[in-house]
């Protein structure tokens, strides 16, 4: 089955505590994208990337890192997690940049920062 | 960049009812846009799209409809049902960037 797989759905942590919240798709997607949800802010991007080693920062960038090594994979790292961070993060994927009609999100991961 | 504002912010009908959601872009150069669906607990899944060479598209009960000269879009939903109910997303993508801008959401609540 075609899908964009994040790990893990909760997470509870400490301000400070590094985290890694992972994404990985098995369409052979080039485009991966992180959003995070707020209430009544909608869907804000954090990072993107357009292929392996090529990745830009979206609208909300701070506080974020990102890595894409490898094709099938876009981890979203907090070095230092705050909880201004506590939100709903969703990883997307597309074939390519240019064409947006191929968003696939993730089920999401809801994280608390305490 | 790409500006997109989205009303109303939450919309409450009777089963069956219409139920219409708007969206205006800022970008004059966009060129698709496309909305999704977000069922509580899941990820937006793309419902309908449309692109700028097209005035009206329409899949059963729910049709798009763009204006390029207003730049603004709209959700058409009839009969609706409550599974409609959701969160729902508009979202415009400007062929210089390489992302799709997304309306802060409506919440759709259909009331058996």
């Known amino acids: 089955e075609a899908q964009v797989t994040q790990n893990p759905r909760y997470l509870i942590t400490v301000t400070g505590k590094k985290l890694t919240v992972t994404c990985s798709q098995n369409?052979?997607?080039?485009?991966m994208s992180w959003y995070r949800q707020d209430p009544g802010l909608g869907l804000r991007q954090i990072y993107y990337?357009?292929?392996?080693?090529?990745?830009d920062k979206g609208d909300v960038p701070e506080g974020y890192k990102v890595s894409r090594k490898e094709k099938r994979n876009f981890p979203l790292i907090l070095e230092s997690p705050s909880p201004n961070q506590t939100s709903l993060y969703f990883c997307?994927?597309?074939?390519?940049?240019?064409?947006?009609?191929?968003?696939?999100f993730g089920s999401g991961t809801r994280l608390t920062v305490v | 960049g790409e500006n997109v504002e989205q009303h109303p912010s939450t919309l409450s009908v009777q089963e069956g009812d219409s139920a219409v959601i708007k969206c205006t872009y800022s970008?004059?150069?966009?060129?698709?846009f496309p909305w999704y669906k977000q069922e509580l607990g899941k990820g937006p899944q793309l419902i309908i799209d449309?692109?700028?060479?097209?005035g009206e598209k329409k899949d059963q009960r729910i049709a798009v409809t763009l204006n390029k000269t207003a730049k603004h879009f709209s959700l058409h939903i009839t009969e609706t049902q409550p599974e409609d109910s959701a969160v729902y997303f508009c979202?415009?993508?400007?062929?210089?960037?390489?992302?799709?801008?997304f309306g802060k959401g409506t919440m759709l609540l259909v009331s058996p």
């Open positions: 997307a994927s597309s074939l390519s940049d240019r064409d947006p009609g191929g968003y696939t």
């Open positions: 369409m052979n997607h080039e485009y």
């Open positions: 990337s357009m292929n392996v080693e090529v990745t």
């Open positions: 970008d004059s150069a966009s060129n698709y």
């Open positions: 449309i692109r700028s060479n097209v």
């Open positions: 979202a415009a993508y400007p062929p210089r960037g390489s992302t799709l801008t």
